[in-house]
């Protein structure tokens, strides 16, 4: 898995790739706790360059969503394609998340 | 046409090995039975049959080194009408056709953490077969049928549950 953070304004765009498994998923739910303790609570999640994401890294998002939950932050994905939307889908968790075509479009739902 | 392929694998219980496991299951698939984006689902239910039985039957967490014996072996078969995987483990047994249905309301607002990987499995396989004995060997098949609408046809008539033991599942 790659992730990289990008604080613009009082947001921050975690930049997902590669593949998040039951091994790399821990460190994806470490890295969204740490930014959401530390005060950051709008979240762009961009999954342009992520190839797979299973049950593991879907928590991983849900645990960060329900963390927000609690210090009315808000979390938006952005970029979903090919099998990573699928996944999304079939789970049942597209319609649970807020989802914009592009960062800047995502920015804006969370201003 | 579809041909046939199998593949035998043999991987620690390690969380680790998921990435391998993935692999040698898209190059069983690799014929072009599946369309790809079908292929990458089928590898999904697989890898999280196999995390499934790494956390659960063998209570591994991840980092955790696998002990030795603490394997897990994928017989893959790819056949004219169907792609089909017997994952067999030696740990404590689960059935997964006994898991509960999710609740995403409860995975968002509650934050509960099991079942969603079993739900996936469930919602991508045509078949769930399951099989135990007795402090010897687990064995767990999943059955994908080229044709949809013989998988559909299985789907409908395969048992979802037996009333055997259940317990947390990912």
């Not at chain 2, 696998?66 to 994928?74: K, M, R, S, T």
């Not at chain 2, 077969?129 to 999943?142: A, I, P």
Request: glycine share 8%; hydrophobic share 40%.
């Amino acid at each position: 898995m790659d992730l990289a953070t990008k604080t613009q304004g009082n947001a921050v765009i975690v930049s997902l790739g590669g593949q998040i498994d039951a091994a790399s998923a821990p460190e994806l739910n470490t890295k969204l706790t740490q930014t959401v303790n530390s005060g950051l609570t709008r979240l762009v999640i961009n999954m342009e360059k992520l190839e797979y994401i299973n049950s593991a890294g879907l928590r991983a998002l849900l645990a960060a969503a329900k963390l927000l939950n609690t210090k009315s932050g808000k979390l938006v994905l952005v970029g979903l394609q090919g099998t990573v939307k699928q996944v999304f889908e079939i789970s049942g968790l597209y319609s649970v998340f807020a989802v914009a075509a592009t960062d800047a479009e995502a920015l804006k739902q969370l201003a | 046409m579809a041909r046939t392929a199998q593949q035998v694998l043999t991987v620690p219980s390690d969380t680790k090995y998921l990435a391998k496991v993935r692999k040698v299951v898209m190059e069983v698939l690799a014929d072009g039975s599946f369309p790809p984006t079908k292929a990458n689902l089928i590898a999904l239910a697989v890898d999280e049959a196999v995390a499934n039985i790494i956390e659960h039957a063998y209570g591994r967490r991840p980092g955790d080194p696998a002990p030795n014996g603490d394997e897990i072996v994928l017989v893959l078969n790819l056949r004219p009408d169907r792609f089909e995987v017997t994952i067999r483990d030696k740990g404590t047994g689960f059935d997964p056709r006994g898991a509960p249905g999710v609740d995403l309301r409860e995975h968002v607002q509650e934050g509960r953490k099991g079942g969603l990987g079993i739900f996936l499995i469930k919602r991508i396989m045509d078949e769930v077969q399951y099989e135990s004995t007795q402090g010897s060997q687990n064995e767990l098949r999943l059955i994908k049928y080229v044709d949809e609408a013989a998988g559909a046809n299985k789907s409908r008539t395969s048992p979802s549950n037996d009333g055997r033991e259940n317990r947390p599942a990912s």
